[in-house]
């Protein structure tokens, strides 16, 4: 125990992967492939690398390993009852434990032995806990709760009651007891020419150190199917920015310039395409001053296409728009006062009007040559009228009249707003919509840019349609329509302009041998970066498997076993010792492995520290080969006896079916030496063999150790029912026969009642155990025990007491032919008729009646020969 506490120490230094790598190899024996895929998955998380399931490591924590109990610390187990959620075990049940000596608990298969004995490893914090603890099959799921237990104590002579739990720690006070099963003491077979030996604890090491090999594996796969091939992108390297990064490619490599070099703006693109052409141009100097006329015209005709759009553009028409209807409204208030001028008066239609004020506009102008020496309007009546050149005379108050209507100040406004209305509209009415590209400009641009020529075509139109519905509109006052931008190939224009002139540049460049080579870098320079955008993505994906290689690579290293190695033999040097190979060599003896002998050496190799067992064979073969199955559980039981002797404690120990794979020699050495254990502390053991269960009582009975037998059986009212006497096998002759008058009493209660097919059944099976109950009597009483199927040795002492006679011969043969008779195949088949109870009860109560005599004359004779007759001093012999 205090190896898996300085585990649990030592744990809590590891990383929490591995923490939980301990902790799943001290609860089970041997790793799923599902426990090395989790721990692959923590050990990569802790590394950076994601984990799709999220999983989270599980540390070795306190209550997974046996808590320190002093070891002056008295414990002593009582009894386990109370079992809730436990299989189909019935509720409210005790399971009495001697306090001292030896407790043996029989149960069949299928009496819930294994569900007392599961409770017992978790409460215990045994190694072995790999075996589910299930709820009742018969209950509903969500009916079923917790698994529990109590356990009576007694702690230094103090009574207590414990509560375990199943999910919460177990009470630290069950610590002190040992449990013995397959796990918790192991022989290892390896490849070596001997047999080695791990303490209980130590193997853990060994075991990590084999998931850090395997983990290892893993990795060294993951790395390789991972690996990365920068040989694809050696066609990318150079002295350009692309290829400077693709040689110093790493998992440092920013994937954020990768994306900034591969990605190339139009600009970038047609400059490319520039420098391209001009490098490849013969005669650049001469090609340039060509392109530049080009350039020239297009310049022109991108000017041109401006001001005809803006023309006939929002701002062209809004001021149109704005002018016109100020005139018409100045002409609707011109209109009203020519109304009202009117009125009153009997004048011709349309005073007032513009045919109207021209005329009057006339007669002024000619008033000023007919009339010279007189101020217009004021002629005087005398004078001729300007226009009819008659007489005024009440004409000439009219003509001032009218004057004084023109100078009025709507008059004054319809004129300043025609004005204004007229000085825009002539020139915009005299504009001419066409772009004026002549057919060679055009054959130009259409080799550069086809669809450019065909737009300004539609271009062109639209203009002229434009400008013809403003000029319906400045008369219609219509202007719908009129706000749906026209599309305009001004720009398109200015950027071939641009092109051309950039083009115009790189050949006058080119020309220049110092100029050219700049531009041949600068070429390479964009030639790299279209060549990076191809690849870009495989380039990003080389980057993230260096970086997931560089993590792998860190748990790479994270799986070395020489800590672990280091830690193994640290703790090897504690329990390796002359008191550990004295006690090995004893319990290997004593259990018939005595020819193995232990040869004390320490070493450690990837976390596995070993004690040697050397075995000097006759051949060399592997020790696989010649121990049996049965052999490495005798030298398991030894090793386990041995560490709990050394420990120092007085704790229990508790054995969980220890000699399943003995032969019976063996199984009586066990039992040999567990009597002689449970003369020195508590010892329980679950059996399901009842010949075992034989040899441990006889053999507590030789080593004077009190000896508790219990039964679990089943009933109806469920499973582990405690039971304080042993199965019928397991009963001395007078139990038997007890045993036998209770079963006669639901014999005879069955033929009362005509039950005639159990009574049968029952009857046969009471004749075949009372065949069985006289067959142990004639052992027991009237050979005095002398031989014992279930005893080796023949104990001649015992013959003091051995008397038989003829009627014993009678008695004898007279019940074992009759029991003989219902208890063969045919009565059991139904083919016999068999006795009535009260004959059943006169058959045994005939073996009762023997057995009670026989015992009377046995003690009786061995009192005598003990004492024996008086001899005379002297007297010769008869």
């Known amino acids: 125990m205090a190896i898996l506490q300085e585990i649990l120490a030592w744990t809590k230094e590891l990383p929490a992967w591995q923490s939980d790598a301990v902790s799943r190899l001290l609860a089970k024996q041997v ?23 999220n999983r989270q490591p ?15 610390t008295h414990i002593e187990l009582h009894a386990i009852k109370n079992l809730r959620n436990v299989n189909a075990i019935a509720e409210n049940q005790q399971l009495a434990v001697g306090p001292s000596g030896m407790t043996v608990i029989y149960g069949d298969n299928g009496s819930g032995k294994s569900g007392y004995s599961r409770v017992l490893k978790r409460a215990c914090r045994a190694r072995d806990q790999s075996e589910p603890i299930h709820p009742n099959a018969n209950v509903p799921l969500a009916q079923a709760g917790t698994a529990q237990a109590s356990f009576d104590l007694s702690i230094d002579g103090n009574l207590e009651e414990v509560l375990w739990q199943q999910g919460k720690e177990a009470p630290p006070e069950l610590s002190s007891f040992s449990i013995f099963d397959a796990h918790c003491a192991r022989a290892y077979l390896d490849n070596e020419d001997d047999f080695s030996y791990v303490p209980y604890g130590l193997d853990v090491f060994q075991a990590l150190a084999k998931v850090c090999q395997h983990l290892k ?40 310039k990768i994306e900034a070099l591969a990605m190339l703006k139009p600009e970038e693109i047609e400059l490319r395409e520039t420098l391209e052409k001009s490098l490849k141009e013969n005669n650049p100097k001469e090609k340039a001053g060509l392109l530049r006329l080009r350039a020239r015209r297009v310049a022109t ?13 929002p701002e062209a028409i809004a001021k149109l728009k704005t002018l016109a209807n100020d005139f018409r409204t100045a002409q609707d208030v ?31 102008k000619f008033a000023l040559e007919a009339h010279p020496d007189r101020q217009f309007p004021a002629l005087g009546a005398d004078a001729e009228c300007p226009l009819c050149q008659q007489p005024l005379a009440a004409g000439a108050e009219r003509l001032l009249r009218f004057e004084a209507f023109i100078q009025a100040e709507a008059e004054k406004t319809v004129l300043a707003r025609r004005q204004a209305l007229v000085a825009e509209y002539r020139p915009f009415d005299a504009l001419i919509m066409a772009l004026n590209i002549d057919e060679a400009t055009q054959a130009e641009i259409q080799e550069i840019d086809p669809n450019l020529v065909a737009d300004s075509k539609v271009y062109e139109a639209a203009l002229k349609s434009r400008h013809e519905a403003i000029k319906a509109a400045i008369v219609s006052h219509d202007w719908g329509g009129l706000d749906q931008p026209l599309v305009s190939p001004t720009l398109r224009f200015q950027l071939l302009a641009e092109k051309l002139n950039t083009e115009v540049e790189a050949l006058e460049k080119a020309a220049d041998e110092a100029a050219r080579t700049a531009l041949q870098s600068q070429l390479d320079e964009l030639d790299a970066r279209v060549k990076l955008s191809q690849v870009k993505n495989a380039v990003i994906t080389a980057v993230a498997k260096l970086v997931h290689q560089g993590k792998l690579k860190k ?39 005595g020819n193995l002998k232990v040869s004390l050496q320490s070493r450690a190799n990837r976390g596995k520290a070993l004690h040697k067992l050397k075995l000097e064979l006759p051949q060399a073969r592997s020790p696989g080969e010649i121990l049996s199955e049965g052999e490495q559980r005798a030298i398991a039981i030894g090793s386990f006896l041995a560490e709990v002797g050394l420990s120092g404690g007085t704790g229990g120990i508790v054995f969980d079916d220890p000699v399943s794979s003995l032969d019976h020699r063996r199984r009586e050495r066990v039992a040999k030496r567990l009597a002689a254990e449970a003369a020195q502390r508590q010892v329980i053991i679950f059996t399901h063999d009842i010949y075992f269960l034989c040899l441990l009582a006889e053999e507590a009975k030789q080593a004077g150790a009190p000896v508790v037998t219990q039964s679990l059986t089943r009933r109806t009212e469920g499973y582990g029912i405690a039971d304080p006497e042993l199965p019928f096998e397991g009963k001395n002759a007078s139990k038997r026969i007890g045993a036998l008058k209770a079963q006669q009493q639901v014999i005879a209660k069955l033929y009362r009642e005509g039950n005639e097919q159990e009574h049968h059944r029952q009857t046969v099976d009471a004749y075949f155990r009372l065949r069985m109950a006289w067959e142990r009597a004639v052992e027991e009483v009237l050979l005095r025990e002398v031989i014992l199927r279930f005893r080796k040795g023949v104990e001649t002492q015992r013959l003091a007491g051995v008397s038989v006679n003829d009627d014993d011969y009678a008695q004898v043969n007279s019940g074992m032919s009759k029991c003989s008779n ?4 045919k009565a059991m088949m139904g083919g016999v ?22 015992h009377k004359r046995s003690e009786d004779t061995a009192k005598k020969r003990k004492t024996g007759p008086a001899v005379t001093a002297g007297a010769a012999p008869a």
């Open 31 to 53: 790793l799923t492939p599902e426990d090395h895929e989790d721990l692959y998955a923590l050990l990569k998380q802790a590394h950076g690398i994601p984990d799709p399931k």
């Open 58 to 72: 599980q540390p070795l924590s306190a209550d997974q390993v046996p808590a320190l109990v002093k070891r002056t």
């Open 217 to 256: 594996t893993a990795i060294e796969v993951e790395q390789k199917q991972s690996s990365v091939d920068t040989g694809a992108f050696a066609h990318l390297q150079g002295e350009s920015a692309v290829g400077k990064l693709i040689a110093t490619l790493s998992a440092k490599t920013d994937t954020a």
């Open 301 to 313: 005709i991108a000017k041109t296409t401006a001001e005809k759009g803006a023309a006939v553009g």
């Open 334 to 364: 011109a209109a009203l006062a020519a109304k009202n001028f009117k009125e009153g008066e009997n004048l011709l239609p349309g005073t007032g009007g513009d045919a109207w004020r021209e005329l009057f506009d006339a007669a002024r």
């Open 555 to 593: 748990c790479l290293t994270a799986v070395r076993t020489n800590a672990i190695s280091n830690k193994a033999s640290e703790l090897a040097e504690k329990v390796v010792s002359k008191d550990l190979a004295d006690a090995l060599n004893r319990e290997f003896k004593s259990l018939g492995v």
């Open 822 to 825: 219902y208890a063969h195949d």
């Open 833 to 854: 008729a068999v006795p009535d109870p009260d004959e059943l009860l006169v058959d045994i109560l005939a073996l009762e009646n023997w057995r009670t005599l026989v």
